[in-house]
């Protein structure tokens, strides 16, 4: 051993260079997740621009798309948006016409949001297209293969989400009184 690999700074820069045992390392595998993530949004994105569409647009077209008229609020949740997010994409895409509010005749205080003739044109054609586009970045898997990454992306997926939910549940138990 040299004299410096004996010094903290020489044993973090060995341990910095020396090959992880496994490329499975926990922090590894979150690594690649991450990069595969962004190269994967990066072409999502560029699909979807080319549709003249940007992620929030989509998703609420394709959610009312496949689930029918949804209430403001309920659609805000099932894509993911802040209350005043959804309400800023949905008058984004009424103002293109391609989704109108109209009331709920189950509950007078809701509004739902429903797909114009154009919306729904627009969003049957953007699904196709932007299936295929995300098909491309599979085409590298073979089917056994997607299946089994799904697979264990959602056990992963659970595992990450129990751990988050536990560590919450005992932050509310150790958490001050107000």
Same mark, same amino acid.
Request: charged share 25%; proline share 4%; glycine share 6%.
């Given at each position: 051993m040299k004299p410096a690999d004996l010094t903290p700074a020489?044993?973090?820069a060995k341990a910095l260079t020396e090959p992880v045992e496994t490329s499975a390392a926990p922090f590894h595998l979150w690594l690649v997740l991450w990069?595969?993530?962004?190269?994967?949004r990066a072409h999502s994105d560029a699909s979807m621009r080319r549709l003249g569409l940007i992620e929030s647009d989509f998703a609420v077209l394709e959610s009312v798309f496949h689930k029918g008229p949804t209430q403001v609020n309920t659609l805000g949740r099932n894509v993911g948006l802040a209350s005043s997010s959804i309400? *800023? !994409?949905?008058?984004?895409?009424?103002?293109?016409?391609?989704?109108?509010?109209?009331?709920d005749r189950h509950d007078r205080r809701s509004r739902l949001v429903t797909l114009t003739e154009q919306g729904n044109r627009l969003i049957a054609f953007a699904f196709s297209a932007h299936q295929k586009a995300m098909e491309e970045?599979? *085409? !590298?898997?073979s089917l056994e293969e997607r299946d089994q990454l799904l697979g264990l992306l959602r056990k992963w997926e659970h595992s990450a989400e129990s751990l988050r939910q536990r560590k919450d549940e005992i932050r509310l138990e150790i958490a001050p009184p107000a």
């Amino acid at each position: 051993m040299k004299p410096a690999d004996l010094t903290p700074a020489g044993a973090h820069a060995k341990a910095l260079t020396e090959p992880v045992e496994t490329s499975a390392a926990p922090f590894h595998l979150w690594l690649v997740l991450w990069r595969a993530y962004r190269s994967l949004r990066a072409h999502s994105d560029a699909s979807m621009r080319r549709l003249g569409l940007i992620e929030s647009d989509f998703a609420v077209l394709e959610s009312v798309f496949h689930k029918g008229p949804t209430q403001v609020n309920t659609l805000g949740r099932n894509v993911g948006l802040a209350s005043s997010s959804i309400t *800023a !994409a949905v008058d984004r895409l009424e103002h293109r016409g391609l989704v109108c509010r109209q009331g709920d005749r189950h509950d007078r205080r809701s509004r739902l949001v429903t797909l114009t003739e154009q919306g729904n044109r627009l969003i049957a054609f953007a699904f196709s297209a932007h299936q295929k586009a995300m098909e491309e970045t599979a *085409a !590298a898997l073979s089917l056994e293969e997607r299946d089994q990454l799904l697979g264990l992306l959602r056990k992963w997926e659970h595992s990450a989400e129990s751990l988050r939910q536990r560590k919450d549940e005992i932050r509310l138990e150790i958490a001050p009184p107000a």
